[in-house]
């Protein structure tokens, strides 16, 4: 069966480094990839979109990477702020018949002042 | 002002009784959706609809119904059937299904007592 992996643990860094989370993926092959973050109490919002014929996309502080033959995005936040502390969701589709998005579990990212 | 609304924010429930969440968006998308999200688990997808008067089951349908009479409103009833049915529900739109970017409501955390 499908599954999305994140981070497994809550990531907690320092202001003005730079945040890394994972996101793998098994028995997929999305068309493309997507990054929301979600505020306690709150729906996500959009990020970033990258498709899979995409390496690296890039918005202000944001990168994020997705690489089809390791199964594996990446998504980055340079420059850290306490104001970035939030759970980032990675969400794939489409996949075979189903054109809906699939989203992965979150990483729980804290920033530290 | 355009979005996505759901009401209300927080709603209680007896054993045994039905209840409906609204979702209403004035954004002219086709497409709505419900999601439910359980703490730390990402969000799972209940019904999706591309148009209107039609609507498919998602990956946890059972015990859940929904409508889409008008293109801007889709209700979600909790039925007496969902064995576990406290949660946090959100309910999304996007122009159409596929890559489009899905915009989320603030979320409806029901309580069953």
């Known amino acids: 069966s499908q599954k999305i992996e994140q981070n497994s643990e809550a990531l907690n860094i320092q202001e003005g480094k730079t945040a890394t989370l994972t996101c793998n993926y098994t028995?997929?092959?999305?068309?493309?990839l997507q990054w929301y973050r979600q505020d306690p109490g709150r729906g996500p919002v959009f990020l970033l979109l990258?498709?899979?014929?995409?390496k690296e996309k890039r918005k202000e502080r944001l990168k994020v990477t997705f690489d089809t033959t390791l199964k594996q995005s990446l998504f980055h936040i340079t420059a850290s702020q306490p104001a970035d502390s939030a759970t980032y969701l990675c969400?794939?589709?489409?996949?075979?018949?189903?054109?809906?998005?699939?989203f992965g579990s979150g990483t729980q990212l804290t920033v530290l002042p | 002002d355009g979005g996505i609304t759901q009401s209300p924010k927080y709603l209680f429930r007896k054993e045994g009784q039905n209840v409906t969440l609204s979702c209403e968006q004035n954004?002219?998308?086709?497409?709505m959706y419900w999601y439910r999200q359980d703490p730390g688990q990402g969000l799972r997808l209940i019904y999706y609809?591309?148009?209107?008067?039609?609507?498919q089951k998602g990956d946890i349908a059972e015990g859940y119904s929904v409508s889409r009479e008008k293109k801007e409103s889709f209700p979600l009833t909790v039925t007496s059937a969902q064995k576990n049915p406290t949660a946090f529900y959100l309910c999304?739109?996007?122009?159409?299904?596929?890559?489009?970017?899905?915009?989320f409501g603030p979320g409806t955390r029901l309580t069953v007592l």
């Open positions: 999304a739109s996007s122009k159409g299904l596929g890559a489009d970017t899905q915009y």
């Open positions: 028995n997929y092959s999305p068309a493309y």
């Open positions: 990258i498709r899979e014929n995409e």
């Open positions: 969400a794939l589709g489409p996949w075979g018949s189903a054109r809906q998005l699939t």
């Open positions: 954004l002219n998308h086709d497409a």
């Open positions: 609809s591309q148009i209107v008067n039609d609507f």
